[in-house]
């Protein structure tokens, strides 16, 4: 196998997933405790804080590498990632820079990625303004400390927050604590549909470094669909089958099929989008799908604790509406490792191979010393979405042997869409 290696290196790991134990056998590891001399943990997020917490922290060895960056819930807590992207936009804006331009609206031309979104209930009083300006419009509400669908729901009048609220009439809420705070954003209602149901994309990205910037994109994400057609009645708005694609949720429903798990892959969409759409169409939505990412990447790179014992794979969460735009809906510290069909479990598999690979090149102890420029024949099912590096060396050149299909990010630079600064502009 690709990941064979000839250092018995020591792992440690909280999750008893055998997409993750069967690649640490298949590589001679040895399994340790979390308080033993690991080289390799995998760690949940509740562990991470006990293994940067400056009370019981472990001083970390040069031959130690953990997944999960210190602070990573800037870019995955719901509040935390849409406050980043907000700053960003805004001081490129305060730069003049061109990234930044905006329509005659007012609307962000090359960064308007995410949802109209509000914090609950800090911006209650905003959002109320906007909800009357447009009273016809669906939001959902999710809370910003809980994953898998659980809490989320949809509102479409003003007496659905009520709640929330202690005093409608004043609209004074009661002091949450940060558990209890909500997101609430406009509802994409115009998705884009295929067979009549709603789907999303689950992309995996995995950085090694935020500054300098080096992230990769795994080749095989997948789309969930949906088991019952998408209808945006009012009727309709509490049927989550409907609404939600989270697996956690559609597994329960009546129409869930187990054979396929209500997924395809992104090679499936790509097909099916050449030929219902054209190919030029799809590379361009492809290509705006990593612009985004590495944009997203870039909105926290500046807050993030870029610890060199840390890397991340963060599961994207995108949705494409029926213009084939794609927003992005959320990040994931955790993306899910439990298989829900065959293909499933193999695809996760070559998922932890190849991040291992590029972690720590096989045959090498970890070291974190060095320059995290990884061999192309380490890469597997990955390609380079962005190296900072490399970008700024020669910012203009695209490498045409290390991407997706025409349209994706080349390891040294981007081509832009039609309309978009050029890659000097925006390094």
Known sequence: ????????????????????????EARGWIPVGADDDWNFYWANVQSIRSVFSVDSGYRLQDDQVVNHFPNHMELTRKDLMVKNIKRYRKELDKDNNPLAEKDETGRFVHLDFIPQTYMLPADYNLFVEEFR??????????????????G????????????????????????????????????????????????????YVLVTSFRPLKCYMFKLGFCRFCTVKYNASMNELDNMFVHLTNVSIQKTGDDYNAVHGGKWTV?????????THGKEVTDKLFDEIDWQIVHSL???AGGISNDRHCYECYGYDIIIDDNLKPWLIEVNASPSLTSTTSSDRIMKYKLMNDVINIVIPPGEPPDVRWNKTVAKEHLGNFYVLYDEDL?????????????????????????????????????
């Open 1 to 24: 196998m690709s990941g064979k290696q000839t250092v018995r290196l020591k792992y440690a790991c909280d999750q008893d997933k055998s997409v993750l134990i069967n690649n640490f």
């Open 133 to 150: 300006k447009n009273p016809n419009t669906t939001w959902i509400m999710k809370p910003c400390g809980k994953a898998r669908g659980i």
């Open 152 to 203: 989320i729901f949809l509102v479409n009048k003003l007496s659905q927050l009520k709640k929330w609220s202690r005093d409608s009439k004043t609209s004074n809420f009661v002091p949450p604590t940060s558990k209890d705070t909500y997101v609430i954003s406009k509802y994409i209602d115009n998705p884009l549909l295929i067979g009549g149901k709603k789907f999303d994309l689950r992309l």
């Open 267 to 275: 090679q499936n969409l790509r097909l099916y989008l050449e030929s």
């Open 298 to 300: 870039k909105a926290v």
């Open 391 to 427: 970008a700024q060396s020669d910012p203009i050149t695209v490498d045409p042997k290390n991407k997706l299909g025409p349209g994706a990010m080349g390891a040294r630079g981007i081509r832009e869409p039609k309309g978009r600064p050029s890659p000097a502009t925006w390094k």
